[in-house]
């Protein structure tokens, strides 16, 4: 049986999603990022410019399944999918986008960690320090401060510049390349 | 050979210096009979920071909105109740003291077992913050200490953290020895009956983030090694009593 030998010598599932399958793989990722920042987007402006009352805010598709929005299972299950795709997709980068992919990926450790603590607070009603609600770490030191919206934004930073510099490679990083991301050279 | 962050108690390892490399060092670097320059480090440094700069200040900037916008609203159809986090610490204590009081019979600890070690003192120290209710210190030492508690983990466990391995390793002491004072100071003041259960609180915290140090020492000298597995013992010894006292008492 013939196996895809993918990047760094792996084979199998992960072979094929960091090699031929790389760029659908990545498209896929894309799109669920996007759509995340989407659903913010369309939830500030039903806040800002809409003037709806905050918790009638749901974003889009929030506003037809509020439990979607207003669960800690939802934020936490979308923190845990960026999570294993950044650590499932990281083998097919090379080079400088490997470097900021992998930065991408250890803030989103971090970003899903915070999430883990919230939820975990949610569930056994023990909340951080006796505060009257759920408190993740980076809310010790900057107080009554969600921030993470702003983590969503410091883990999308660096995962756009890896995919810029994944489809622009450096012959050395082409060259170690094994999927078909980047753009060909032009030939004559 | 075993992989391990920390040293063993009695045969040093020589260590191996990292080379950075000419794109770090900005040396001309050859290829295939022909010499290519690469940008001056300074350039790209520069650079760098002011992209770092510039994001950062875009971010600051949208915070205000983000802010405003992002709720979290914790519908959590679940609850456990306090039970399994005490269970949990109940785990997380003892594994940690334990290796703190042997630490000076064993060998150099593998990659495995400082992980352990780490991540159950990084474990302890949440925990106990979410059981403890509040403490005595700041929320700026506690943060300190949260990430004081996580960083081993992340550097056992991170290959990017690789470079920070032996600047850690210098630091390991004072980090262990800073928070064992605090550690210790905080159990006086509870035990001689100046405090209160957010004292004692504070200590086991304290202690769980200094000792999360332990398996990255590595001293050369003995009288070093026996000072610190001797001092790690005493603060190992009085966190389990501390963390005993807080549960019996219904501190937490």
Redesign the interface.
């Known amino acids: 049986m013939a196996v895809q030998a993918g990047a760094g010598g792996r084979v199998g599932f992960v072979a094929a999603l960091n090699g031929k399958y790389h760029k659908a793989a990545v498209l896929g990722f894309t799109v669920i990022v996007i759509g995340h920042w989407a659903e ?1 987007l369309v ?2 402006w039903q ?2 410019v809409l003037g709806w009352p ?1 918790p009638k805010s749901l974003g889009l598709i929030g506003h037809y399944i509020p ?1 979607l ?5 939802m ?1 936490y299950g979308y923190a845990l999918v960026m999570l294993i795709g950044f650590v499932v997709l990281r083998h097919g980068f090379t080079g400088r986008s490997r470097t900021w992919w ?2 991408a990926m ?1 803030i989103q450790v971090w970003h899903h960690f915070e999430h883990l ?14 505060e009257p ?2 408190t993740s ?1 980076i809310q ?2 900057a ?1 009554r ?6 983590y969503n ?2 883990v999308f ?1 660096p995962m756009v510049v890896a995919m810029i510099a994944h489809l622009r490679p450096r012959p050395e990083e082409r060259a170690e390349m094994v999927c078909s991301c980047a753009a060909p050279v032009p030939v004559g | 050979m075993r992989r391990g962050v920390g040293r063993s108690s009695g045969r040093p390892t020589p260590i191996t210096p990292i080379s950075p490399g000419p794109r770090l060092t900005g040396q001309p670097t050859a290829t295939l009979g022909t010499t290519a320059t690469t940008k001056p480090l300074h350039t790209h440094a520069v650079r760098t920071i002011a992209v770092l700069a510039a994001t950062v200040l875009f971010l600051v900037a949208c915070a205000g909105r983000a802010v405003a916008q992002h709720e979290h609203t914790l519908s959590v159809p679940v609850s456990f109740g306090p039970l399994a986090l005490r269970i949990a610490l109940l785990y997380a204590v003892p594994a940690v003291a334990g290796f703190a009081l042997l630490r000076g019979f064993l060998d150099r600890p593998s990659r495995m077992t400082v992980a352990f070690v780490c991540g159950s003192a990084a474990l302890g120290v949440l925990l106990d913050l979410m059981l403890a209710g509040r403490v005595e210190v700041s929320n700026q030492v506690v943060f300190l200490a949260v990430v004081a508690g996580c960083f081993p983990v992340f550097l056992t466990l991170a290959p990017v953290a690789a470079p920070l391995a032996e600047p850690a390793r210098r630091a390991a002491p004072v980090v262990l020895a800073a928070a064992s004072a605090g550690a210790i100071f905080h159990f006086a003041k509870a035990w001689t009956g100046a405090g209160s259960p957010a004292t004692l609180h504070s200590g086991v915290i304290l202690a769980l983030a200094g000792l999360a140090w332990l398996p990255l020492v590595g001293c050369r000298r003995r009288a070093a090694r026996l000072t610190v597995h001797a001092g790690s013992a005493v603060v190992a010894t009085a966190l389990l009593a501390a963390a005993a006292q807080a549960t019996v008492a219904g501190g937490f």
């Open positions: 913010h939830q500030a806040i800002f905050r439990w929005f207003t669960s800690e299972w934020h992998v930065a250890w603590l919230l939820l975990v607070q949610a569930m056994t009603g023990q909340y951080l320090l006796g609600k759920p770490i010790l030191i107080p401060v969600e921030l993470h919206l702003f934004f410091v930073v």
